[in-house]
């Protein structure tokens, strides 16, 4: 091996124990979120706030309300001191209850056809600029929009009139407090800086830590039971999905899709030597792994067989020293030019931002790019996705979720979540008795397969790892 610093070690995967089911947020925790927005509405001259989603944008409105619209539209319109109140169409009003904040009288709501799918009743709502007017929304007003992005003067002469929700609903609060009084807010919940969606509760590691282990113990068993000469619909069975939400499409990529990105089962044929990829992402996670349908170096091509000693391993090396770098204080660009030096662009072609932050969305936002100062704080919750390609190769990943916890948030997870903290030290004391990768302190893996990277899927036994 190039790198001698990694091997191929055999294991019995560990057995990292499940959590109980999922529970809502308290209406207390909702309060609390609403409460900062309101906070950051203040300090910027915001009258309003207006969070728009639609089924694949609900990741915001969810993270204030414990409400994601189904079929439909919806739109939050919140304002310093009132409860604020929810527009949504005729089927979701049905899905109101799986709100916390809704059951405790903490939000309104009315029901806004326009909203609706077409051709259902539309015939009995107040107008959108009539509901507006009687939230207060008139000149003078400042309102901010959050709907799933914000931009940049590179993008845009006027980033921060530049808004991406629909034109229905923009136009209409344009005109009634002007142009330049509806501005783009998506930053509160986004930016990786100062975003609140940047910093989780003790509450949110635990949501998500169980959404980490359904997804993990379903790439655990696709794994364990990976073969060859069925289709990729039938592989992905093993799975198991669970009917949580999914966070992103589930992923397969072997013969019948292996040149489309981001592709979906397609019913093709699982064949011995082909490279292969698969993803499973539920709300709050991503589990990710990327090899070969082969159990050792003597099934891939003969262009590939070097495939562990010049790419899996720098790979994995390279993925061992993002962690270990992965500190309280750390600066993005430092994490970004880490990775740029192990992994040359011209022969690993790591495009996009090695490592995100993540949320219900399966990107929010990210700290780390070229050139960043932003800074790496408690409370972050990263995705480990650093995506290398070759023509060669094809790929690897050990891609999943972890959070960053000071002693003090360490403290209030043991306290509050005894079960998710001791999982989580269990996971670190794995990945660094075992594979090798000496985590900071502040590191807290959430998936059940931390840190495993089997490149052959034949034999999932055999990993990665940094220990002989």
């Known amino acids: 091996m190039n790198n001698p610093g990694v091997f191929l070690k055999e294991i019995d995967w560990p057995d990292f124990g499940q959590a109980p089911p999922v529970t809502a947020p308290t209406a207390g925790e909702l309060q609390t979120r ?79 056809q326009p909203f609706s799918l077409l051709s259902q009743p539309r015939n009995d709502s107040r107008s959108l600029a009539a509901i507006l007017k009687s939230e207060g929304i008139q000149p003078g007003s400042r309102v901010g929009c959050i709907g799933w992005k914000y931009f940049t003067a590179a993008e845009f002469p006027e980033p921060e009139l530049a808004i991406e929700l629909p034109a229905i609903i923009v136009d209409v609060l344009r005109s009634l407090c002007g142009r330049e009084q509806v501005v783009n807010a998506s930053d509160i919940l986004l930016s990786p800086a100062y975003g609140l969606k940047a910093s989780c509760s003790v509450y949110e590691i635990a949501q998500f830590e169980l959404s980490n282990i359904m997804a993990s113990e379903g790439m655990k068993r696709l794994l364990q039971n990976f073969r060859y000469g069925i289709t990729d619909f039938e592989l992905v069975q093993e799975y198991q999905y669970t009917g949580y939400p999914l966070g992103c499409h589930i992923g397969m990529k072997s013969s019948g899709n292996q040149h489309i990105g981001l592709s979906s089962p397609v019913g093709a044929l699982i064949r011995k030597g082909d490279p292969c990829s698969t993803n499973l992402s539920y709300w709050g996670s ?66 996009l931002n090695p490592g995100h932050l993540i949320h219900f969305e399966e990107w929010t936002s990210s700290p780390i790019y070229e050139g960043s100062e932003d800074t790496i704080r408690s409370g972050m919750y990263l995705q480990v996705d650093i995506i290398p390609r070759s023509k060669t190769y094809f790929s690897s990943r050990m891609e999943d979720g972890v959070v960053i916890a000071d002693a003090a948030l360490r403290q209030a997870l043991q306290q509050q979540y005894p079960a998710v903290y001791e999982r989580c030290r269990t996971r670190r004391q794995f990945m660094i008795d075992t594979l090798g990768i000496q985590l900071p302190e502040e590191v807290l893996p959430l998936s059940n397969i931390p840190g495993i990277v089997p490149p052959f899927f034949l034999d999932h036994r055999t990993v990665l790892s940094l220990k002989n």
């Open 34 to 112: 609403l409460q900062l927005c309101r906070e950051m509405m203040t300090e910027r001259g915001l009258t309003h706030l207006v969070v728009y989603a639609d089924r694949e944008h609900s990741g915001n409105l969810l993270y204030l309300t414990h409400f994601d619209p189904r079929f439909e539209e919806a739109l939050l319109i919140l304002n310093r001191t009132n409860t604020p109140l929810l527009l949504v169409g005729n089927e979701c009003v049905g899905h109101l209850p799986v709100s916390p904040l809704y059951n405790a009288g903490g939000l309104r709501y009315e029901r806004y």
């Open 286 to 351: 991503n589990s990710c792994r990327a090899g070969w349908v082969a159990a050792s170096a003597d099934d891939l091509p003969e262009a590939a067989r070097d495939y562990v000693e010049r790419f899996a391993g720098p790979y994995f090396y390279a993925c061992a020293q993002w962690l270990q770098q992965l500190k309280i204080g750390a600066k993005g660009r430092d994490l970004y030019q880490l990775v740029q030096d192990l992994l040359p662009f011209d022969q690993f072609a790591v495009f």
